[in-house]
């Protein structure tokens, strides 16, 4: 089977490296993929943005099946003009999809199907929603509506930060038209949650729970980061409260969103939020999460594409999704600087042991040469029979990812050891 894949970060390498374990898998293509991937994918320099040039690769190329992995092309419709081109794929469809595109549709949504989650407001008018702020409990969480690059949450402290982030979304437009439209909503505390599930619609197969690092600092300090590692199982999530996630969020957001007319296949990823009022949600994406799939796809031990392609044939109940009952750890190496200015287009060097198990997320090839190209280089991922097994490991192998200023946080999973202890 020929594949393609959209996308090109961690997150992607390690679905191709576990989409690989099918020996029916001839050839993917990673569509831009990285550099740090050019072994295993046949990469191509079209953006996983760019719709036009995707569609007019996929109708020449005699693909099989196609597996769209970020959130900016599924929000835009890459699975519906797939399926155009006959393609079948791995994703929602635009019309599903906005569950994650717009916050607003996303509580609303919610609202209705009575799903747990913040109090919310949602503003159009930047006027209503600063007198909104004169009332509003205070710290509150001020969301752009659209997709931000993850930047697009604030977590205000005071009615002074709360009124500015306002201000700078739907004044200044600091992330463009996502912020023309802001949910302002109440802010929960309890351990965070990260659940990614396969689903066809019908049936919703949740994968092991895991625990994203999004601060850049050890200790859960500094600016937020598209993650620096994870790690699953996440102690938190016990089997009651997965039974109860189930119950009260999983299923009913399938049936939601069949009601509304708007089925959703693929990866529908829970952030949750364990309060002591029950579990609830954060956030949906459509999509799997990155670094989490990084620590979730090494612990699975049924095959991806023949999941994947449940899930696109309605055939999810009857396939197995099985996970192996170890832990596993995923250390990102980052380049110093990175979220803000970092150097990029230095010479990178593995040890073959840590190549094997470090999926890149960031690197091209020029002449020959592997060189960084990102902020966040690397993810470098160990299993283990325990948690505190597979952190050393993690590390001993993230040791092995060299460039000039690499960084990584000292302190992944170490939240996950205090839940256990
Ligand atoms: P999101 O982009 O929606 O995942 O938000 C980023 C992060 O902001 C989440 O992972 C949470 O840590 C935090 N967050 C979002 N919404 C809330 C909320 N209502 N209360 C507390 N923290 C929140
Ligand atoms: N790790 C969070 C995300 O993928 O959005």
């Known amino acids: 089977m020929k594949l393609m894949l959209i996308g090109g970060g961690g997150r992607e390498h390690a679905i191709i ?8 898998v001839e050839l993917i293509y990673a569509l831009p993929g990285n550099g740090g991937m050019a072994q295993e994918a046949e990469c191509v320099a079209i953006a996983a943005t760019d719709l036009p040039a995707i569609r007019a690769f996929a109708a020449t190329h005699d693909i099989d099946y196609a597996v769209v992995a970020p959130d900016d092309p599924l929000v835009a419709g890459c699975v519906d003009m797939l399926n155009e081109l006959g393609i079948p794929c791995f994703g929602p469809k635009k019309n599903a999809a906005i569950i994650e595109g717009s916050k607003a549709f996303a509580k609303k949504l919610m609202h209705k199907y009575g799903i747990p989650t913040a109090e919310y407001a ?58 023309s439209t802001v949910v302002i909503e109440e802010f929960l505390e309890g351990p965070e949650v990260s659940v990614l599930a396969f689903t066809d619609g019908k049936c919703i197969k949740p994968m092991v729970s895991s625990m994203d690092h999004k601060r850049v600092g050890d200790n859960d300090t500094g600016l937020n980061t598209g993650g620096m590692g994870a790690v699953a199982p996440n102690p938190y999530y016990t089997p009651e409260i997965a039974e109860q996630c189930m119950r009260e969020i999983f ?3 399938i049936e939601a969103m069949n009601a509304e007319g708007r089925p959703f296949t693929g990866c529908l990823y829970f952030g949750l939020m364990l309060t002591d009022k029950g ?3 954060i956030e949906y994406n459509c999509r799997f999460g990155d670094p989490e799939t990084q620590v979730v796809l090494p612990l699975l ?59 890149v997320a960031g690197a091209k090839i020029v002449n020959g040469v592997l060189l960084t190209n990102g902020g ?9 029979p325990t948690l505190r097994e597979a952190i050393d490991e993690a590390y001993r192998l993230a ?23």
């Open 301 to 359: 031990e049924s095959d991806l594409l023949t999941i994947m392609q449940s899930t696109t044939d309605g055939t999810l109940a009857d396939t197995e999704v099985r996970f192996n009952d170890g832990c596993a750890c995923c250390v990102v190496t980052a380049s110093k600087g990175y979220p803000e200015a970092y150097q990029k287009g230095l010479p990178m060097a593995f040890t073959p042991e840590a190549k094997a198990h470090t999926f």
């Open 122 to 179: 949602i503003f159009t008018d930047m006027d209503e929603a600063l007198s909104y702020l004169d009332t509003a409990p205070i710290p509150t969480v001020v969301k752009a509506d659209g997709l931000a690059l993850g930047k697009g949450v604030i977590i205000a402290q005071t009615r002074d930060e709360a009124k500015q982030a306002v201000v700078d979304m739907m004044q200044n437009a600091k992330f463009g038209k996502s912020g």
């Open 17 to 24: 490296r576990s989409l690989k374990k099918n020996p029916d």
């Open 399 to 421: 040791d092995g990812v060299q460039f000039e200023n690499a960084y990584r946080r000292s302190d992944i999973g170490a939240r996950a050891l205090k839940a256990i202890i």
């Open 376 to 384: 966040r280089v690397t993810g470098t991922t160990a299993v283990a």
């Open 279 to 281: 579990p609830k949600v």
């Open 251 to 253: 299923l009913p957001t």
